[in-house]
């Protein structure tokens, strides 16, 4: 985080998939600071969206210039010292959210993560089931890439969450990072900072394993045994005399005795 000038704004840029919760932590944080007697601006909603052209794009230059747009306008706040939050869209390139922190200077980034799982279950405008069946073409982290921030100061599961816990952690690492005086924000202490999160790409699909070659198998002796078989029901007597001829038995020693002629004689 770059803190810039000594002035007192910053702005707070809010980033996350449709239907995270950007808006509505957007507002609920808006409200909490002007409790502590601060004036906020909060970029977002229809008249935002007419008057800047937001909320339009189609392609990722479109949506980068959707960002510089924003950024522009935060940078002027924050520079007059003013408190501005932004949450009108998605902002999903890192290039673009990182060129809006280095023009700003006094700027925190909120990572607004919700799993997909959910954003479906809360979608009542039936977007995300459009785009999963292919009907819809422009939906940020379905259709269009996503890119989650690499170092966000504040990350906020809103899956996990409530608004009024949601609030409460975006306000507490807001004074860990004295952006705000933790005096005004009517804290006791210095909350722990939050450490800054690396992002870590999903890991590759697992390879399939390549199938192995059969060995092959050698038909040759069982095709010639069927041959045999075929011929001999065909032709059993064929079969029978090209089968190899038994050797006789031997002859035993009692068989070469010379027979007993009538008599009792022996025959010569």
């Not at 405008?125 to 940020?140: F, P």
Request: net charge positive; with cysteine; hydrophobic share 35%.
């Amino acid at each position: 985080m770059n803190l810039g000038t000594s002035s007192s704004g910053f702005t707070l840029w809010f980033t996350g998939m449709s239907g995270s919760g950007k808006s509505t932590l957007a507002q609920g944080f808006a409200n909490r600071l002007r409790r502590l007697g601060k004036t906020v601006d909060v970029l977002d909603g229809q008249e935002v969206e007419q008057m800047l052209s937001i909320g339009k794009a189609g392609t990722k230059d479109e949506r980068n210039a959707e960002t510089r747009k924003l950024a522009w306008v935060c940078r002027l706040v924050t520079r007059g010292g003013g408190i501005v939050l932004q949450s009108a869209i998605e902002s999903p390139y890192r290039e673009a959210r990182e060129e809006a922190r280095r023009q700003i200077g006094r700027f925190a980034e909120v990572f607004v993560e919700c799993p997909t799982e959910t954003l479906i279950q809360r979608d009542r405008t039936g977007r995300y089931k459009r785009a999963l069946a292919g009907e819809l073409k422009t939906l940020v982290g379905i259709t269009e890439p996503y890119e989650p921030p690499s170092h966000p100061e504040v990350i906020v599961d809103t899956s996990k969450h409530s608004v009024d816990a949601a609030v409460e952690h975006i306000l507490g690492q807001l004074v860990a990072q004295r952006l705000l005086d933790p005096n005004v924000a009517a804290l006791k202490g210095r909350p722990r900072l939050q450490p800054r999160a690396t992002y870590v790409p999903p890991p590759p699909a697992p390879k399939k394993p390549e199938p192995v070659a059969a060995k092959p198998i050698r038909v040759e002796k069982k095709v010639a045994k069927v041959v045999r078989l075929a011929k001999h029901k065909a032709h059993p007597a064929k079969a029978q005399r090209a089968a190899p001829r038994k050797q006789p038995a031997a002859r035993t020693a009692h068989a070469d005795r010379p027979r007993m002629a009538a008599g009792g004689k022996r025959k010569r």
